[in-house]
């Protein structure tokens, strides 16, 4: 492809002459060897590339872009002092157009390690100076083999050169040289596009996947506040990115260039529609919608910026957190702390001895009655024998005698029956009212006996009430007048010892909307404390409870047993303000001492030395010291308040080629946006 392009080039310095006089001759062979390519080609090239990548992308989740004026600047700072003296850039329907003012000396550092070169180089010292005009675009494919990559490939279009001046050796004018150059250049610009095409310098593969794998125990530190001697060091697995790109794509117009891209997990691939003669309003509509859909953007800031979506964001770390299976370790020194706290004696306003409980009884005695209907049915069958006892012999007819004896026999009985059954029923009917009347006088009794019940609890229960209600007035009096005598006494002491930690991170998950994060801690520890104390009794109180001061020494072990801590962290930011609110919700942990820290009071010798009468009357002290000092708890759930924070997420101002580029974070429902303008 190289010695292709020399030698066009070369059949274009050595046929300008003939050019001239050939007519169109030249350029039907020109044609022939290297097809031309115009900027309408590219441009519809960049087109239907652009949106055969937008139709493979149903949801984006990165997206960036950037206006002219920024690239004008970034380009303008990149160029100068190579010759560059003005730089303009433009959006011409997918295809960005640039013109270029150049005054250029070559140096003979430019022409890289050739001695002829830069000898010769050196001996002409060429200087010129001109404008030149060209399009630029690029489109992007998704290729599977032989790995997963995003294929870019620029689209270059000529316009025009022009050559205002080319001087040789300081004093030759080679002018008219190049501009006869310059319009040859011109004439077969699309040829010369059309053989640059597919030159691998204008394509370029990037990988589709991120890094491989991070393993986030090497570049992470965790250091503990400054000297502090605990040392902490995190574990964790290696994390693979769990998204690759599925699609990229551009649009250049409306003095703007903005790329959309999808990320997918690596077993998702996204199949690109071919497009053909598509159309640009297509095109911008489509991203129109997607920057809608997918993060609620509907204006484009000016400058650069890129948005993520916030599901993406979430997503990513969730599955960071679920491969890592992170855990910070911490073992060290505890500081020797040292606490003072002055015992008052209990306030007697602080007792509620209003009565607890309702006396009133529930227990339903209602009245049950036997309702049943005692009269028998009066449905009495009268039966009769109804047999023909006729018969006729040799034609002569008369009546059966013993026929019509067995009939009337056969009545009598059906007569007798009917009789006892009328004359039967109202001996059974009072039978059965003697029944009802027998068992609604055992309702009745029953009832009366539910009632009594009842009210003999209700009179024990407004007793016992009255009777709390007495000894808690008589307690809160003496609490009272215990108060009155001033203070128990001092409770000084110290902590230290040696302990570790180790927190493990699971079920992290941040809501898709980035406004509530949950996750659970896995809890484990230890600690052995030297503990120092010392009572010294002060007013008349104290020196009730206790004569002399008192002192105890004793080794605690501190347990964290393993525990799983349920994590709720909120976060929200209210339209238009730039400061974020959270809380962390309230989370209990247990704590586990061993001894009993109360036994290193109750229990010890110097205890029932100074404070003989107390040790006596007391086998766990009835003043609640627990308040003062949490110390003296064995099995302990300490819950750890809400906690409120807000912040104002601020990202460093970014030189860029000698100015300023000052970053802005926003947000939108759906996505995370940072923008800034130089």
């Known amino acids: 492809m190289r010695w292709g392009i020399f030698l066009f080039l070369g059949v274009l310095a050595g046929a300008g002459t003939w050019y001239a006089l050939s007519g169109d001759n030249l350029r039907d062979i020109v044609n022939t060897h290297w097809p031309p390519v115009t900027s309408e080609q590219q441009r519809q090239t960049a087109i239907d590339g652009a949106l055969s990548a937008l139709e493979a992308m149903?949801?984006?989740?990165?997206?960036?872009?950037?206006?002219?004026?920024?690239?004008?600047?970034?380009?303008?700072?990149?160029?100068?002092?190579k010759g560059v003296t003005k730089l303009s850039v433009e959006t011409d329907r997918?295809?960005?157009?640039?013109?270029?003012?150049?005054?250029?000396?070559?140096r003979p550092e430019d022409?890289?390690?050739d001695p002829q070169k830069r000898a010769w180089i050196e001996r002409l010292k060429p200087q010129l100076a001109g404008r030149a005009e060209f399009f630029l675009s690029a489109t992007t494919a998704m290729v599977t083999a032989p790995k997963r990559a995003?294929?870019?490939?620029?689209?270059?279009?000529?316009?025009?050169l022009h050559i205002d001046k080319i001087t040789l050796a300081e004093r030759y004018d080679a002018t008219a040289a190049g501009a006869l150059l310059a319009s040859l250049l011109e004439s077969y610009a699309d040829n010369i596009i059309g053989t640059l095409t597919n030159a691998p310098v204008l394509n370029a593969e990037l990988p589709a996947s991120l890094q491989d794998q991070f393993d986030p125990s090497g570049p992470i530190k965790i250091n503990p506040a400054s000297g502090s001697s605990f040392k902490l060091t995190?574990?964790?697995q290696p994390v693979r990115s769990p998204?690759?790109?599925g699609s990229a794509t551009l649009l250049i117009d409306n003095s703007r260039v903005i790329v959309l891209a999808q990320l997918t997990p690596p077993a998702n691939t996204l199949t690109a529609k071919t497009a053909s003669k598509g159309a640009l309003s297509d095109l911008a509509a489509g991203f129109t919608r997607r920057m809608s859909d997918g993060f609620d953007l509907r204006e484009v800031s000016t400058g650069a910026w890129v948005a993520v979506a916030k599901a993406l964001i979430a997503d990513t770390f969730n599955s960071a957190f679920a491969q890592a299976q992170a855990c910070i370790a911490g073992t060290g020194a505890i500081p020797k702390q040292t606490f003072e706290q002055k015992i008052p004696t209990p306030d007697a306003s602080a007792i509620d001895c209003t009565p607890r409980g309702d006396c009133t009884q529930t227990q339903a005695c209602d009245l049950k009655e036997d309702t049943r209907d005692c009269r028998r049915s009066r449905n009495c069958q009268h039966n009769h024998d109804t047999r023909e006892c006729r018969k006729c012999v040799v034609g002569v007819c008369a009546n059966d005698p013993i026929c019509e004896a067995a009939k009337a026999s056969q009545n009598a009985i059906y007569d007798a029956d009917y009789t006892a059954c009328v004359n039967l029923g109202p001996l059974y009917d009072a039978a059965c009212e003697a029944q009802k009347a027998t068992q609604n006088g055992l309702y009745a009794t029953q009832k009366a006996q539910c009632e009594a019940e009842k009210s003999t609890k209700k009179l024990a229960c407004e007793a016992e009430k009255t009777g709390r209600k007495m000894a808690c007035e008589t307690y809160k009096g003496a609490v009272d007048a215990l108060h009155r005598t001033g203070n128990v006494g001092n409770f000084d002491g110290s902590i230290s010892g040696t302990g570790d930690l180790r927190i493990c991170f699971r079920d992290v998950a941040f809501a898709p909307d980035?406004?509530?994060?949950?996750?659970?801690?896995?809890?484990?520890?230890?600690?052995?404390?030297?503990?120092?104390?010392?009572?010294?009794?002060?007013?008349?109180?104290?020196?009730?409870l206790c004569q002399l001061p008192w002192t105890a020494d004793k080794n605690i072990r501190?347990?964290?047993?393993?525990?799983?801590?349920?994590?709720?962290?909120?976060?929200?930011?209210?339209?238009?303000?730039?400061?974020?609110?959270?809380?962390l919700k309230a989370s209990p942990i247990r704590l586990h001492f061993e001894p009993n820290p109360t036994s290193l009071v109750l229990q010890n010798i110097n205890f029932y030395l100074a404070c003989p009468v107390t040790a006596q009357l007391v086998n766990g002290m009835t003043l609640n010291l627990a308040p003062f000092v949490p110390e003296l708890l064995k099995d302990y759930t300490h819950t750890l308040d809400p906690i409120d924070f807000s912040f104002v997420p601020t990202i460093p101002d970014q030189p860029l080629f000698g100015r300023t580029i000052k970053p802005i974070a926003s947000e939108t429902p759906k996505a995370l946006i940072v923008s800034g303008a130089p």
């Open 111 to 113: 022409a890289g390690d």
């Open 243 to 245: 998204y690759e790109l």
């Open 558 to 583: 501190v347990t964290v047993p393993s525990q799983s801590i349920g994590v709720d962290v909120t976060l929200a930011r209210s339209p238009g303000e730039p400061e974020y609110r959270g809380q």
């Open 150 to 160: 995003i294929q870019v490939k620029l689209l270059p279009a000529f316009k025009s």
């Open 58 to 81: 149903p949801t984006p989740n990165v997206a960036a872009g950037v206006d002219v004026k920024t690239i004008e600047m970034i380009a303008g700072e990149l160029l100068k002092g």
């Open 514 to 544: 980035l406004a509530k994060l949950s996750m659970k801690l896995e809890t484990t520890g230890s600690a052995s404390l030297d503990t120092s104390f010392k009572f010294t009794p002060l007013d008349v109180a104290g020196h009730i």
């Open 234 to 236: 995190l574990s964790s």
């Open 94 to 106: 997918q295809l960005l157009k640039v013109t270029a003012a150049f005054d250029l000396s070559l």
